[in-house]
């Protein structure tokens, strides 16, 4: 299946695998490329499956603790978000994999392979830095919250009494990496495509507010102003 009818399916609301979606949303779109970094999923799974045993909570701890002890520094706060770079980082010789967001996708991605039920934390502020996401794992009739940029970050208790928590499906993920592409393209001054990439980022999560408020600041800076006051407007209605 080509990568524009995956998209399809993501927005039509049909179910699709995470990894799937987070790979359209960081610019793999190219078929060939596409499926050489599913590949790449499948060759991680087939590394960790050895170690993989016990219960559901063991089997997360020990994808978590994989994935550090090759790369015992590998948050970088603005590290990559693509899954694809994520990829790769694991991979290869960088001692840095990604960011938060990064680091959340490639965890979430792997435990889905092996049967997991992992979502994602929002947290509007953090660590005194800004917006940033976990995984939160349900299983044995309890919540783990698992902190990626900590390598004791397994069973992180630190951001449970935080009042802002906001649980994340697959498509509010997916949607985030959009978000994040298209603040990239703003920073660069690429207001047109900032512009494309917000719309995306609603499109999977209507609710995300932050969005819809950079989605604004974009036609402000393109010049429409009318349609920025119209979509400020419609924001506050």
């Not at 992180?156 to 997916?174: I, M, S």
């Not at 703003?186 to 989605?215: I, T, V």
Request: charged content about 25%; aromatic content about 10%.
């Amino acid at each position: 299946m080509e990568p524009a009818e995956l998209y399809k399916m993501l927005l039509e609301g049909e179910k699709m695998d995470l990894a799937q979606g987070a790979l359209i949303a960081s610019g793999v779109n190219e078929v060939r490329e596409f499926n050489r970094y599913l590949a790449k999923i499948d060759q991680l799974c087939q590394e960790i499956t050895h170690s993989l045993k016990g219960s559901d909570v063991e089997r997360a701890k020990e994808i978590f603790h994989w994935l550090w002890r090759p790369k015992p520094h590998r948050y970088q706060q603005r590290g990559s978000f693509k899954l694809n770079d994520v990829i790769d980082a694991q991979l290869g010789e960088r001692e840095t994999v990604g960011n938060c967001l990064g680091l959340t996708v490639l965890f979430n991605v792997l435990a889905q392979r092996f049967g997991l039920e992992v979502k994602a934390v929002h947290l509007e502020y953090a660590f005194g830095i800004g917006p940033h996401v976990f995984t939160v794992l349900h299983a044995e009739s309890r919540s783990i919250d698992i902190e990626h940029s900590l390598p004791y970050g397994f069973d992180y208790h630190g951001h449970k009494a935080n009042p802002q928590r906001e649980e994340w499906g697959d498509r509010e993920l997916v949607a985030d990496i959009y978000h994040s592409v298209a603040n990239s393209s703003a920073e660069q001054g690429e207001w047109a495509d900032a512009s494309g990439g917000y719309d995306k980022a609603m499109q999977l999560n209507p609710e995300y507010s932050k969005a819809r408020l950079n989605k604004g600041i974009a036609l402000v800076e393109l010049g429409r102003v009318e349609e920025a006051r119209e979509w400020f407007r419609e924001g506050l209605t």
